[in-house]
């Protein structure tokens, strides 16, 4: 795989067993030689995982004007963000479309850090580098400068735990904390994770990624650590309904429309694309994103029909898998607001078979972990 861009962690994927494929243009494990994704699956559900998110995109924005210029690119009301906090939001575009969705972390009124997806960081640097003339603010590019280590599981805090003087017990859900010293290595860390249960994001100088890796994998033996790649990263997203852009969220798919409204805050001072989203509350939405369970069997993928129980096409998949967890066969999708109510009987073409289908509650799998 001549030509792919590869993470601080290359060789600690292949000395694993990492099974290397292109994803978005960085050579990365899909699963590991000897566990499979349903075996990495189960242990971040039941213990703890590692994964090499290296790739996310890091933007700083520092400058007297750094908290209204973030007000002003993103959907959520970063003025109310306390210190350290972060904070998930939508970049839009003035259509109301998605940009890219990111996570806000403040480090103070005038310094922000932004991760934003690996697949958008060229065009998120971009974006951001445009919108903030006019700002006194400096936006850097520091994707280069970071590698990323993601401790998620029910045993991410005490793995983590084991390596750090800091009381983690002090750091927050959806919080973080810079220069924490991890086995030696200076590294901002927050509590967030994309998998449904408690969580870590490591942050570190690239040339101490394989130290820590090697140190977190030998801190979790006794419990089972696993080292997970891509497809099992998918699977738990997938089933805590977390969203994936180009999936459930794109250009084309507003904010409101991924039914994650929430973050979308109409009531704050104008933000980019602030006049199309409210229109389109007013207006009312004519679609939005719903979980959808198969009641016959049949795995529904990304791009398959919705149909009406008359077979009016009604619809799309946005993301469909088997549920590791759950054992049932599961999609999140993009469905006409009349069909949307729960309890709505459809069905999903699978191969030019209807196949019946329910639409229910999200998230499919909802954890009961550190929250504040």
Partial sequence: MSGLKRTPLYEMHIKYGGMMV?????????????????????????RVGLFDVSHMGEIRVKGPEALKFMDHLVTNDISKAAMNQVTYAFMCYPEGGV??????????????????NASNSDKDYEWVSQQAKGFNVVVANESPDWAEIAVQGPKAQELLQRLTDYNLDDLHFFHCKDKVRIDGAECLVSRTGYTGEDGFEVYMKPEDAVNLWESMMKAGEDFGVSPCGLGSRDSLRFEACLPLYGHELSRDITPLEASLGFFVKLDKADFIGKQALAAQKAKGLTRRMVGVELIERGIPRNGYKLLSSEGAEIGW????????????????????IDYAKVGTEIAVSIRDKACKAVVVKTPFYKKAYKKD
């Fill in 99 to 116: 940009v890219d969705d990111l996570l806000v972390y403040k480090l103070s009124d005038e310094e922000f850090f932004l991760v934003v």
């Fill in 317 to 336: 998949v946005t993301s469909g898998l088997p549920s590791p967890t759950l054992g049932k066969f599961l999609a999140m999708a993009q469905i006409a």
């Fill in 22 to 46: 292109d994803f978005g243009g960085w050579e990365l494990p899909v699963r590991y030689k000897g566990k499979g994704d349903l075996e990495e699956h189960k242990a971040v559900r039941e």
